[in-house]
């Protein structure tokens, strides 16, 4: 049976086939689903519409162990950063370092997280993200709220650039731009050569505006 990792865009939950992926690198975009709620409580807080999308999505695809779950590039901070080579952990503090100069909130108030892109003997590229723990919070809320387990969170836009990737070959010498057209309307923007990512950003909802 196909693995779905789930990626949510608004009050949508999209799955998405994931190959029983355990990283970013495994979720292909061949095969998408979608579920979407309006409802919402008497205050007019949409969080509630998002639980329902989420529980609509368990059922349908029969989710009892949990899934992997990937975050839209409009709520997330994303940099694809070079950095001098150096330990796992030394190479931690640095992203967060340098991703806290691109955050709207301060530090203390901020999830950091990158996968590394490629790597050589004086330097290592990053792809990098940054979300205020607020946003994660609300997430988690309605995660709990629906009964469902996530057993890794991943940005949406590297999900994307890998699932092209394992598609199209890059040459050596190239460099490729690469406009994404979600389901949701919503346009991504990567730029990358054949290790990966050199630039990555959201160009939001051209396709509904």
Avoid at 59 to 74: N, Q
Avoid at 140 to 156: K, N, P, V
């Amino acid at each position: 049976m196909v693995g779905y990792a789930l990626l949510i865009d608004g009050d949508t939950v999209f799955g998405i086939s994931n190959n029983n992926a355990k990283s970013s690198k495994d979720v292909i975009f061949s095969d998408v689903l979608s579920w979407t709620s309006h409802d919402s409580d008497n205050s007019g807080n949409s969080s509630s519409s998002l639980t329902a999308s989420f529980k609509s999505a368990i059922e349908a695809l029969a989710i009892k162990d949990g899934v992997p779950l990937a975050l839209p590039p409009d709520i997330l901070v994303t940099r694809v950063l070079t950095l001098p080579a150096t330990d796992s952990e030394s190479l931690r503090s640095m992203v967060r370092l340098a991703m806290e100069k691109f955050a709207p909130v301060s530090d203390n108030d901020l999830e950091v997280d990158y996968e590394v892109v490629s790597a050589t003997e004086s330097s290592t590229r990053v792809f990098a993200v940054c979300v205020p723990n607020s946003t994660l919070d609300k997430i988690a809320s309605d995660l709990e709220a629906a009964g469902l387990l996530i057993t890794r969170l991943d940005s949406s836009l590297l999900c994307e650039w890998h699932s092209y990737a394992r598609l199209e070959r890059i040459s050596p010498e190239s460099v490729k731009a690469v406009i994404f057209a979600t389901a949701s309307g919503r346009l991504d923007l990567i730029i990358a050569d054949k290790t990966g990512p050199l630039f990555a950003r959201t160009l939001g909802n051209k396709l509904t505006q």
